[in-house]
């Protein structure tokens, strides 16, 4: 009731009741605040989604060089380096300019990986047999987002087994272990990637063989499956009567230390075959500077070939020692690296130009990311 009733000498007077009026104004700007509150946050989430949803394009990449010498062996020309990829060449040297483009759709996108230099040529070798272009493509390939689980891929991408890379910036160590050198590069083909939820995922590809990335020179397809958990993955690849079964995963065992690991075993029929192990055991002593040993064994048996030298059976094995420091400085990420091959068979020469059974060699390197 809005009036209270006043008699006064006999006379009725209507008094306005204020209290009455002021809680009714009151309930009504709470439900106003309300409805427009409820509009606001309506509209920020509309706004957040667009924005989620807008395609973006993306323009990265790496550029490397590095400076070699031999510890126990000539630097001239007769200059020798271990037997695994990059990172070969005596006194200053090239690595590779790595360029990135890829777009990102809602649902589509692209990656278009270029490298250019001996890095990125080493890397690619079997691909340049069809067109002048083949010896600067990386990767080149298109994906469809089936849905949040799946994910459709075609074309060239780099190798899903071992623990190395071929881009400099996403490796400790600057040069590259035996495990990775000997097993595949890149592969072309189309693979599917499923998210199978709890941290598993699932992947399953069909691929022309191995390394050969602008045509299937031979009519041959090779298949691959990798099970992931949690950041560890087991891979199988089944390529021209060869496979390769590869174990790559890592822990942080502190804030400050992380182990990786890399197991491998390559049948190449014939008793042609290899197998190793690698630690990589990673200590960051503040948050510009880290230290890194990856301690390799690898051994090959039917003269694979990997190491250089083996016994009368054709079978050798070599234990290969880097420790590597990384300095990081705004985006330039500065290497120094002791190397140290020991091999079961002189594999390397001596300063005398000797065979001898190990080599030390050091690089500093330094690759810029952008």
Same mark, same amino acid.
């Given at each position: 009731?809005?009036?209270?009733?006043?008699?006064?000498?006999?006379?009725?007077?209507?008094?306005?009741? %204020?209290? @009455?009026?002021?809680?009714?104004?009151?309930?009504?700007?709470?439900?106003?605040?309300?409805?427009?509150?409820?509009?606001?946050?309506?509209?920020?989430?509309?706004?957040?989604?667009?924005?989620?949803?807008?395609?973006?394009?993306?323009?990265?990449?790496?550029?490397?060089?590095?400076?070699?010498?031999?510890?126990?062996?000539?630097?001239?020309?007769?200059?020798?380096?271990?037997?695994?990829?990059?990172?070969?060449?005596?006194? !200053?040297?090239?690595?590779?300019?790595?360029?990135?483009?890829?777009?990102?759709?809602?649902?589509?996108?692209?990656?278009?990986?270029?490298?250019?230099?001996?890095?990125?040529?080493?890397?690619?070798?079997?691909?340049?047999?069809?067109?002048?272009?083949?010896?600067?493509?990386?990767? +080149?390939?298109?994906?469809?987002?089936?849905?949040?689980?799946?994910?459709?891929?075609?074309?060239?991408?780099?190798?899903?087994?071992?623990?190395?890379?071929?881009?400099?910036?996403?490796?400790?160590?600057?040069?590259?272990?035996?495990?990775?050198? #000997?097993?595949? !590069?890149?592969?072309?083909?189309?693979?599917?990637? !499923?998210?199978?939820?709890?941290?598993?995922?699932?992947?399953?590809? $069909?691929?022309?063989?191995?390394?050969?990335?602008?045509?299937?020179?031979?009519?041959?397809?090779?298949?691959?499956?990798?099970?992931?958990? /949690?950041?560890? #993955?087991?891979?199988?690849?089944?390529?021209?009567?060869? #496979?390769?079964?590869?174990?790559?995963?890592?822990?942080?065992?502190?804030?400050? !230390?992380? %182990?990786?690991?890399?197991?491998?075993?390559?049948?190449?029929?014939?008793? $042609?075959?290899?197998?190793? $192990?690698? %630690?990589?055991?990673?200590?960051?002593?503040?948050?510009?500077?880290?230290?890194?040993?990856? /301690? =390799?064994?690898? @051994? =090959?048996?039917?003269?694979?070939?990997?190491?250089? @030298?083996?016994?009368?059976?054709?079978?050798?094995? $070599? +234990?290969?020692?880097?420790?590597?420091?990384?300095?990081?400085?705004?985006?330039?990420?500065?290497?120094?690296?002791?190397?140290?091959?020991? @091999?079961?068979? =002189? /594999?390397?020469?001596?300063?005398? %130009?000797?065979?001898?059974?190990?080599?030390?060699?050091?690089?500093?390197? /330094?690759?810029?990311?952008?």
């Amino acid at each position: 009731m809005l009036y209270n009733p006043v008699f006064l000498g006999g006379i009725c007077l209507n008094i306005i009741d %204020l209290s @009455a009026i002021t809680k009714k104004l009151t309930i009504k700007l709470i439900i106003m605040k309300k409805i427009i509150l409820s509009a606001l946050a309506f509209v920020g989430a509309l706004t957040l989604n667009a924005q989620e949803n807008v395609p973006s394009f993306s323009f990265s990449g790496t550029v490397d060089a590095y400076y070699r010498a031999n510890l126990t062996a000539p630097n001239d020309e007769d200059a020798i380096a271990p037997g695994s990829s990059f990172a070969q060449l005596p006194g !200053f040297a090239l690595g590779m300019a790595n360029v990135i483009a890829s777009y990102e759709g809602e649902k589509v996108g692209f990656v278009a990986d270029l490298a250019f230099g001996p890095r990125g040529t080493d890397a690619i070798f079997a691909s340049p047999m069809y067109s002048n272009t083949g010896d600067i493509v990386n990767q +080149l390939y298109v994906y469809w987002n089936v849905n949040e689980s799946v994910t459709l891929t075609m074309g060239n991408f780099n190798t899903f087994l071992g623990y190395e890379v071929i881009s400099p910036a996403a490796n400790f160590n600057y040069s590259t272990s035996y495990l990775f050198s #000997y097993g595949p !590069f890149s592969h072309t083909g189309l693979k599917a990637d !499923f998210d199978l939820g709890n941290d598993w995922s699932l992947m399953a590809a $069909v691929m022309n063989p191995t390394d050969a990335t602008e045509y299937n020179p031979s009519g041959d397809y090779g298949f691959g499956l990798q099970l992931g958990y /949690a950041g560890q #993955y087991l891979n199988f690849l089944d390529s021209q009567g060869t #496979y390769e079964i590869d174990f790559t995963g890592g822990v942080d065992l502190s804030d400050s !230390f992380f %182990l990786g690991l890399n197991a491998a075993y390559f049948d190449g029929g014939d008793d $042609v075959s290899f197998a190793g $192990v690698a %630690l990589y055991p990673q200590l960051a002593t503040s948050e510009s500077f880290s230290l890194g040993l990856r /301690a =390799e064994y690898f @051994a =090959e048996t039917g003269e694979f070939g990997a190491i250089g @030298a083996t016994d009368a059976d054709g079978d050798a094995d $070599v +234990l290969a020692l880097t420790l590597t420091g990384s300095y990081t400085v705004g985006n330039l990420m500065i290497k120094p690296e002791l190397r140290l091959d020991s @091999a079961s068979d =002189e /594999a390397f020469l001596d300063n005398d %130009l000797s065979g001898s059974k190990s080599l030390s060699s050091f690089v500093l390197a /330094a690759v810029y990311s952008f």
